[in-house]
């Protein structure tokens, strides 16, 4: 576990840096005694053999962690994994997908290939590579703009490149706020934004697992022709539920994440 806490530290202190609205919720959670644990940690990339899952996952199998389960998501042309480290209770889970470009139109699998071709091989064949951010020239608005209206998930990884995309409060170690109810209102009652496609509540108690997140948080971004606000990162909260055998479900469900996804879609305040 020593390991992988030397991995997140660093992933921490940037993840905070790309959404303030995240100190925010983690301040009002602490001020109200809570222990906040991270449920999992997930991270986005494209299935090109030089950054894909693979590449990305391996610091955290270094570390220790293991493949637990793989999801697909038809309709964004998804496919994830997620990895476990065993034997550590609170240990967060990794969630890593990645794009398939095959499927994609030949702007955007043209447009990655050059993304990819401009990152220098010393953060290629980095462990640090999940922290390396946008690797590339600056941004086009016009660029951003067209990926999004094919895939808002394309658009953000050209924005933000390899960084923690959300980390994931664990609603199991809440004492006050013990359901996703009561997290829920907490967040609306305190001003915060929920993602409300498919519904506030992602899952439900029989699918072993809900989950709701807020809306990213905006920056201002420098690109080509100017800055302009757009979603960065955004704050997820989980609760899973005992299987038969008595073990809280560990892996997650595709049609929840699927709008859980949604979080970073571009919006205006």
Request: glycine share 6%; proline share 4%.
């Given at each position: 576990?020593e390991?992988?806490?030397?991995?997140f530290?660093?992933?921490?202190?940037?993840?905070?840096?790309?959404?303030p609205?995240?100190?925010?919720v983690?301040d009002?959670?602490?001020?109200?005694?809570e222990?906040?644990v991270?449920?999992?940690?997930?991270f986005?990339?494209?299935?090109?053999?030089?950054?894909?899952?693979?590449?990305?996952?391996?610091?955290?199998?270094?570390?220790?962690?293991?493949?637990?389960?793989e999801?697909?998501f038809?309709?964004?042309?998804?496919?994830?994994?997620?990895?476990e480290?065993?034997g550590?209770?609170?240990?967060p889970?990794?969630?890593?997908?990645?794009?398939?470009?095959e499927?994609?139109?030949?702007?955007?699998?043209e447009?990655?290939?050059?993304?990819?071709?401009?990152?220098p091989?010393?953060v290629?064949?980095?462990?640090h590579?999940i922290?390396?951010?946008r690797?590339?020239?600056?941004p086009s608005?016009a660029?951003?703009?067209?990926l999004?209206?094919?895939?808002?998930?394309?658009?953000?990884?050209?924005?933000?490149?390899?960084?923690?995309?959300?980390?994931?409060v664990?609603?199991?170690?809440?004492?006050t706020?013990?359901?996703?109810?009561k997290?829920?209102?907490?967040?609306?009652?305190?001003g915060f934004?929920?993602?409300d496609?498919?519904g506030?509540i992602k899952?439900?108690?029989a699918?072993?697992?809900?989950q709701?997140s807020?809306k990213a948080?905006?920056?201002p971004i420098?690109?080509?022709e100017?800055v302009?606000?757009?979603?960065?990162?955004?704050?997820?909260?989980?609760?899973?539920?005992?299987?038969?055998?008595?073990?809280?479900y560990?892996g997650?469900?595709a049609?929840?994440?699927?709008?859980i996804f949604?979080?970073?879609?571009f919006?205006?305040?």
């Amino acid at each position: 576990m020593e390991k992988a806490q030397k991995l997140f530290d660093p992933i921490w202190e940037d993840y905070l840096k790309q959404n303030p609205e995240v100190k925010k919720v983690y301040d009002l959670f602490s001020g109200l005694g809570e222990d906040v644990v991270n449920d999992h940690i997930a991270f986005r990339t494209f299935n090109d053999k030089r950054i894909n899952i693979d590449v990305l996952a391996a610091p955290f199998i270094e570390a220790g962690y293991v493949y637990s389960g793989e999801y697909t998501f038809e309709q964004k042309h998804l496919y994830a994994r997620h990895f476990e480290l065993k034997g550590f209770k609170h240990a967060p889970r990794i969630f890593i997908s990645e794009l398939k470009l095959e499927e994609m139109s030949p702007f955007l699998r043209e447009t990655a290939l050059e993304l990819i071709d401009q990152i220098p091989a010393n953060v290629l064949n980095s462990p640090h590579i999940i922290l390396s951010g946008r690797s590339w020239e600056t941004p086009s608005f016009a660029t951003y703009e067209k990926l999004r209206l094919e895939s808002e998930y394309a658009a953000w990884v050209y924005v933000y490149g390899f960084r923690a995309n959300h980390f994931t409060v664990s609603i199991n170690t809440l004492k006050t706020l013990n359901s996703i109810e009561k997290v829920n209102q907490y967040l609306k009652d305190n001003g915060f934004l929920l993602n409300d496609s498919g519904g506030e509540i992602k899952g439900t108690p029989a699918e072993l697992l809900e989950q709701s997140s807020i809306k990213a948080g905006t920056l201002p971004i420098a690109f080509t022709e100017g800055v302009h606000e757009i979603p960065s990162c955004y704050y997820e909260f989980a609760r899973r539920y005992p299987d038969k055998n008595g073990e809280l479900y560990g892996g997650f469900i595709a049609k929840s994440a699927d709008k859980i996804f949604e979080s970073t879609d571009f919006y205006k305040k």
